[in-house]
């Protein structure tokens, strides 16, 4: 059973940035395939970036396109979310998941709010 723990969210004014963690337990191979969602209250879970292509390609949402980044360590089996020019609009709870089909149950979540 895979476990994912997300981690690094908080209170950050418009314009500012946070950098999330998302620990994946087992073989970091899994990494080269794992995404970032979001949920914001009342609204379904998006996807917000994910690796393809084995790793070698990131894909991003229109809404963060050039304001987010995906990343991984292998040798910590972590998967990064980095997000600058953070924005009301952003305040979500957010989740990592093999992607682009999520496989895994999900984790707790971390929280993201923006104030304007």
């Known amino acids: 059973q895979v476990q994912l723990v997300e981690s690094g969210g908080g209170l950050v004014q418009a314009g500012g940035s946070l950098r999330l963690s998302c620990v994946v337990s087992?073989?970091?191979?899994?990494?080269?395939?794992m995404g970032w969602y979001r949920q914001a209250p009342g609204k379904q879970r998006d996807v917000v970036a994910g690796?393809?292509?084995?790793?070698?390609?990131?894909n991003y949402a229109d809404t963060v396109k050039g304001r987010f980044t995906i990343s991984r360590d292998n040798a910590k089996n972590l998967v990064y979310l980095q997000m600058n020019s953070l924005k009301p609009e952003d305040t979500a709870v957010y989740y990592c998941?093999?992607?682009?089909?999520?496989?895994?149950?999900w984790g707790q979540g971390t929280q993201v709010t923006v104030s304007s």
């Open positions: 690796f393809s292509s084995g790793g070698s390609t990131t």
């Open positions: 998941n093999s992607y682009p089909s999520t496989l895994y149950d």
């Open positions: 087992g073989s970091s191979m899994r990494l080269r395939s």
